[in-house]
């Protein structure tokens, strides 16, 4: 069996992928990964063979902090949107030739059922968090690119829900249905009900992201796609962590960062008598001076590293959360846009830490979420839910994808 599996967005939408497509390695599988050329390199090293797709997707991260800006207007959302499903109709297309099934992932993947129909192939959808699926027991997740922000929980989710599809036609309908009328398909009334399907398959931890109706069978909950990462930890990491009492991790991934947050960061972490490893992600964050008590770093092992730390600060990225609970390690989040919100109120809901509100932190107020998480039955409680995080999650994946002779078979 020849597999594409596709994504449009940074680490936390390929990454799920790339372990899928290893898992699907040693089962004996052939792939293929279609994703932004930002992560050529690292995918190669893997041995997977890749089309890149669409910009590189570092641009948008920055080390400056999110301010108000003017929103789209209608025409610059036209173009947008016709840029990026022309780019995915020519490079899925591509990357699609001789394979058996196409799984896209995330949730910007607007061509990929139709290159999929057009080849004749099955095709799945997967998601990372539940709250992207529509569902009446959650409203949508907030559209950075609107300015959203959380729902408050006064309106119907229904509701809400059925804006939320408008969006997506209004958005996406017109340049879909023009290329797949190119190609000789019908056309899409339900843009998200065509990109999700109606039988979606959430790659979330059902222990930390559950799908809110257990009795509903047209969702596929296979638990995270783990990548598994051998890597050893630095010596310069392996020294600092040695030197001292567990030290609190600061990442904010492959997102923008608010205006100042080194400083802020360093500062709580002090405050509390910790010291403090930051990463340095995509947004170049740095320290604030040359004390010891802090330490710079890149890429790492968070699977290795987590267990060694006394709380991990994060942007609630599915894949760090997900780290974080699997290490057993208490949690500040601090949500930025999208699920990231969801995430921060699941970390509350569980006591395995804290949602920082959705605003820049102050010291005081990173200081404070931290003290909290910092408690002991919290961390009592973090390592607990650890042992309930699956980690069979892309086997899972993997075993379905293998057993279909069909697309009815999903």
Known sequence: ??????????????????????????????????????????????????????????????????????????????????????????????????????????????????????????????????????????????????????????????????????????????????????????????????????????AADPTLGPWPDPADRDVLQTGAWILPDQRPLSPELETFLDAGEPPVYFGFGSIRAPQDLSQVMIQAARALGHRAIVSRGWASLSLVDGEPDCLSIGDVNQQALFKRVAAVVHHGGAGTTTAAARAGAPQVVIPQVYDQHYWAQRIDHLKIGTGHPPVPPTVDSLAAALSHALQPDVATRAQFIADAVRTDGTNTAAQRLMAADSQSSF
């Open 1 to 202: 069996m020849r597999v594409l599996l596709s994504t449009i967005g940074s680490r936390g939408d390929v990454q799920p992928l790339v372990a899928l497509a290893l898992r699907l390695r040693a089962l004996g599988q052939e792939v293929r990964v279609c994703a932004p050329p930002d992560f050529r390199d690292w995918i190669d090293t893997l041995g997977i063979p890749f089309t890149p797709s669409g910009p590189e997707v570092r641009q948008t991260a920055t080390s400056s902090a999110p301010v108000a800006r003017a929103q789209p207007s209608p025409e610059q959302l036209r173009q947008l949107a016709e840029s990026t499903v022309a780019t995915q109709f020519v490079t899925v297309t591509a990357a699609a030739q001789g394979c058996d099934i196409l799984v896209a992932g995330g949730y910007l993947q607007i061509a990929t059922r139709s290159v999929a129909e057009q080849m004749g192939i099955p095709y799945v959808w997967a998601g990372y968090c539940p709250i992207a699926l529509p569902s009446p027991h959650h409203a949508p997740p907030p559209l950075s690119l609107r300015g959203g922000t959380p729902s408050d929980g006064t309106a119907d989710n229904r509701m809400l829900w059925a804006q939320d599809a408008r969006r997506w036609n209004d958005t996406f309908g017109a340049v879909l249905n023009a290329h797949r009328a190119s190609a000789g398909l019908a056309s899409v009334t339900d843009v998200r009900s065509h990109i999700f399907t109606d039988k979606p398959w959430l």
